[in-house]
């Protein structure tokens, strides 16, 4: 839902109806405070990101991350420059290959 306002005390109200348009009686209250934007992006657990499994026309990227969430990586030849803006890697840019997960 939209419209609500962090750190201010809410109570929803949900009412279920089924096909044959069959709707609970009572609606079922649900009290929440809005919690606050989460503005801190997520880090790399211990020994991540890596990548393995690597043969002569592929490799797999292994990600790990703090909280939810996605990633975005880029290839480039090793000694590209200049290295990619984080920008041009969640874009795709103009790495050799890119790709995203999560």
Known sequence: ????????????FVVARDA???AQATPR???FTA????????SYLTDYPKVDSITDTSARVLVQLSEAGNFFFMVKARGATPAPTPAEVRTGGAGVTSG???
Not at 1 to 7: F, M
Request: avoid cysteine.
């Open 1 to 12: 839902t939209t419209g609500i306002t962090s750190g201010s005390a809410y109570t929803i």
């Open 20 to 22: 044959a348009n069959n």
């Open 29 to 31: 209250a649900i009290s």
């Open 35 to 42: 919690s606050s934007v989460d503005t801190t992006p997520p």
């Open 100 to 102: 995203s997960g999560g």
